[in-house]
């Protein structure tokens, strides 16, 4: 029997894009996002199914691999699939190609799924009626390294900094998790990034920001182009981890 996926084609506009023409994290991020809901729609857990029971799925980490720069005016083609969850994490993966059917970025999330108005982290035999004999079991990383180590921030320079206003919430009334990327992102120059790709991506969600809290960025340079970024709130805690490798 052929294991699900779904499948989508995206066209690389030029907003989608940074200086350089290449697609921005927070853009693939936000492909891989629309990819997750209508495939969860397809396969009856969506937004329309969970939002009157009061649930919501918020995402925990993605990890990313670029194998090679992807420009706009490409057309790029998503298939993505949720490997069967355990007892609370769900894990989808994502393999996106180009004209020519050549992978050219892969990754992978982890979702969790809870209560609204509790907070409460929910089973995933919250959701019913799924078949996982069907779901494509091919998992595109192995030992995936989730967690990002944190640093000591204090005695460094924000090279960034945002106040929260309305035009970060999406439909959970929270920051939505492609603009991190872009936050994470802005503690390099362009001059920096003129001469670098990204070569991975990974980025951890810890707290959720709501309006009116301003939240200041960090960097910590771990060897020659990898780097990690912490993202603190006015609580000085850790709200966003990414760590970031340039070829």
């Known amino acids: 029997m052929e294991k699900y996926e779904f499948s989508k084609d995206f066209d690389v506009k030029y907003n989608d894009s940074d200086f350089k023409d290449n697609l921005k994290i ?8 629309e990819g997750a809901s209508l495939s969860a729609d397809g396969l009856g857990f969506g937004y329309e199914v969970i939002k009157p029971r009061g649930h919501a799925f918020i995402i925990t980490n993605t990890y990313c691999e670029f194998l090679r720069p992807i420009t706009a005016g490409e057309t790029i083609t998503l298939k993505t699939w949720p490997l069967k969850p355990s007892y609370a994490i769900f894990q989808r993966e994502y393999r996106f190609l180009d004209k020519a059917q050549m992978p050219v970025l892969l990754a992978s999330s982890r979702w969790c799924l809870i209560d609204v108005n509790s907070g409460r982290i929910l089973p ?3 959701i019913e009626g799924q078949d996982y004999s069907t779901y494509n079991t091919e998992k595109l990383f192995e030992n995936t390294q989730w967690k990002i180590p944190t640093f000591d921030w204090v005695d460094k320079k924000a090279l960034f900094s945002i106040t929260i206003a309305n035009s970060e919430y999406d439909h959970n009334m929270h920051v939505n998790n492609t603009r991190y990327a872009s936050y994470c992102m802005n503690v390099f120059s362009v001059e920096e990034l003129k001469t670098k790709a ?4 990974s980025i951890s969600y810890i707290k959720q920001c709501k309006e009116g809290e301003t939240l200041r960025f960090y960097r910590n340079e771990v ?3 990898v780097f990690t970024v912490q993202g603190i709130n006015d609580g000085d805690e850790i ?4 760590k970031i490798t340039f070829i």
């Open 223 to 225: 060897e020659k182009d």
């Open 198 to 201: 990204l070569k991975n991506f």
């Open 239 to 242: 709200v966003v981890q990414a």
């Open 124 to 126: 995933s035999k919250t």
């Open 26 to 33: 927070s853009t693939a991020l936000a492909y891989m996002e």
